[in-house]
Structure formats: C-alpha cells, structure tokens
C-alpha cells in the first residue's frame, strides 16, 4: 500500500514523495482512510509511530475546497499537553501543506510567551494547535472562536489527562459544535481515558497498533557505580576522558537539571538544560542547537524527552534513574536508531542498585558495571 492509494491530495503525494516518505506506517495506513471519509477515530499506538501525518494528512486533503471560514473561526482544532508537542504538530500541517493549491494557515499557540504575537496571527486561521490553558485565554480575549470548528484532534491524550488538563478540556468541549468529526490519539489505553473516549466519540474506527520493541541489542549499555558525592565529577570525567560529543543527560527534576548543566559549563563543558520551566524561546533555542549539533551536552528531564527526537543521538546518559523500567527503555531507546550504534551509561548510586536490578530484569538484559572507585576523578 502506497500513500498514492488512499485518495489524498495529488499535491500531497508529490510532497510525500519528494521527502522521501516511501511507505505509510500502520497507524497511517488505517487511519488516513477513516478521517478522509469522516469517521471518528481512537487511535492507540506509541510516540514515534507516525501518528501526527495520520491525522495532518488526511485534514488537509479535506479543507481543501471548503469555502473561506469567518476571521477568527478555525476549522480544525488541535489539542496537544506541551509547548513543544504543538510546535512539532504545526510544523508537521506547514511542511505538508506548502505544495497544497489552496493555502492552509496553521498557527500554534501556547502559555510561556507573550499572548499579543499569537492574538495578531489567529487572523484567518484555519488549523489552530493549543495547549488547553492558552487556548481558553484566546478565547476570553475574543481572538478566536469554536463556533465553526469540523474537526477536533486530541493528541497524546494520555498525558494530557495526567498533567491535569481534564477541567479546561471540558470546558474547551462545552465550546465546540455537536456536530464535529473527533480524533483521539494516544500512546495508551488508561481508565481516565476510556471515559473521555465515551464522552465525545461517535461510532469510532479504533486503531490500537502494538508497541514495537526498542532494538536494544544496538545500544551499548554500560553503569557506573558510583558515591552519590562524586556523581557530577564522573559524569564529568566520561564526557571529557572519552570526548562524547552530542550526549543527552537525564535527571530526575527541573532544579537537578539546571544544577548539572551549571556545573559542566563550569568545567568547561558547554551545556544547557530545558525543561517546562525554561521560555518557550529558550527550550527552541536549545534543542536547535543540540540537534545541529553546536551544544555538546544537553540536560532534560523525563517530561521534555518526548519532544525531543533525534535520529542519530549517539549517547545517553542517566544521571539520575527513572522511576519505571519502562521510563529507562524509552530514555535509553533515544540512541541506537535507524540500525546505528549508541551509547547508554547509568550512574548508580549505592541507594539506587535494587532499582536498577528491577529495570534490567524487566528489562530482559543485564548491564556491564564498572566501579568508579579505581578511577581517579580529581581535577573533575
């Protein structure tokens, strides 16, 4: 099956081609025919499986040929949980769009920068991404109106309903027409979520896409144990002694990632951190340069490692562990892709080893441990 064959856009297939998109997904091949035909779609499969072009797709293949919407009435609104989510999700609807014969303005907005900039550029919009917050303020303002909305998207709903979001949904869904087309994606199933999908879905095509396993055996695992006093010297000392370039750290909160990128700065590493208490400016800033590949180290918390993707990340490190075994694969499966090697290196502190001997036995595969005891860090 060819995207040629689902009955979108000729302009869409000659960009899906000239990018190199060969062949749709699984998510894309089920639910791209369903949205076309405006069906309501529950669609189940995990982060990094295709799940934004499956619904951006066939949505603009769809607008096409409507007549122009009220200033200020979008058509199709995009509910997303993060800053980053709703960057990613408008510049995945412009990057398709830009062959389209009929010009679909998207914009995305979101809390962290100033409201004016996004009030101005809801003129004439067409596709609105938000994060739920803001949208609500846009809306107290008068900048934008759901009175006229066709299509509602909820995109990685499962985290939307952790973070809290569930009262400024409701009261964003109070807003919305009756009559509407309702698409729900999703990495999981959870109970929270079942209720949502009974409130707003209508006779949906449900689409549940098993996970596929991280290719682990291509990611070089290595852990260190390590005093809890010397961690920063370490990860100092691996960096440096072994010149990584491009290395990803993780921490357990937004404090310890400032304070560990403070500290490699200070030891003439170049650093940053980003996470949901950096501007919006400042965390976009940061994930280009590390991606270019001008920022050596870049330090994040498990919130932000989803909006950060990266196909040729060569090493990882975990500063602190997660809390689930589950956490440590999804962080660790940031390297080790698209058949290339990658490096992932834990530092276990002495409270942390029944911990980490729970996340390899869950993870199917033991750890090569060195104890840093034999290396000598000073001067790290």
């Known amino acids: 099956m060819s995207f040629s064959s689902f009955g979108l856009s000729p302009a869409l297939v000659k960009v899906l081609a000239s990018q190199n998109y060969a062949q749709p997904y699984p998510i894309q091949k089920e639910a791209i025919p369903a949205i076309l035909n405006r069906k309501d779609v529950l669609g189940i499969a995990q982060t990094g499986s295709g799940k934004t072009a499956s619904y951006v797709l066939p949505i603009l293949t769809n607008l096409q040929g409507l007549s122009v919407a009220k ?34 303005k998207t914009i995305a907005v979101f809390g962290g920068v100033s409201i004016n900039p996004q009030m101005i550029g809801l003129q004439g919009v067409q596709v609105l991404v938000a994060t739920p917050g803001r949208l609500l303020e846009l809306i107290e303002s008068k900048a934008v109106h759901l009175s006229e ?6 995109d990685e709903a499962d985290k939307m309903l952790n973070l809290g979001f569930q009262e400024e949904m409701t009261r964003i869904f109070a807003l919305l027409p009756k009559k509407r087309q309702n698409l729900l994606f999703s ?43 010397k961690k920063g010297p370490l990860l100092r000392y691996i960096i440096k002694k072994n010149d990584l370039q491009q290395v990803l750290v993780f921490t357990s909160s937004t404090f310890q990632a400032d304070n560990v990128a403070d500290k490699l700065c200070k030891n003439g590493i170049d650093a940053v951190s980003i996470h949901s208490k950096k501007s919006q400016g400042a965390r976009t800033e940061a994930l280009r340069e590390f991606k270019s ?45 698209a058949e290339n090697p990658g490096e992932a290196i834990s530092l276990v502190t002495p409270e942390d080893q029944h911990h980490f001997r729970i996340i390899q036995k869950k993870m199917g595969k033991w750890v090569t441990m060195i104890d840093s005891a034999n290396i000598d860090l000073k001067g790290y």
Do not use: W
């Open 71 to 104: 200033n200020r009435h979008a058509r199709v609104l995009v509910l997303v949980p993060t800053r980053e989510l709703a960057v990613q999700a408008r510049d995945v609807f412009i990057q398709f769009g830009t062959e389209l014969p009929e010009r679909i």
């Open 149 to 154: 909305i066709e299509t509602l998207v909820l």
């Open 187 to 229: 990495a999981t199933l959870s109970a929270k979520l079942s209720d949502i999908n009974q409130i707003i879905l209508h006779d949906p095509v449900v689409i549940k896409i098993e996970p596929k396993q991280e290719n682990l055996d291509l990611i070089e695992q290595t852990g260190y144990f390590v005093p809890l006093e």
């Open 293 to 337: 590949g001008e920022l050596r180290v870049l330090v994040t918390t498990d919130l932000l490692a989803r909006g950060i993707d990266i196909e040729f990340l060569p090493h990882v490190i975990n500063y602190e562990l997660p809390r689930s075994p589950k956490d440590y694969i999804h962080r660790i499966g940031r390297t080790g892709r």
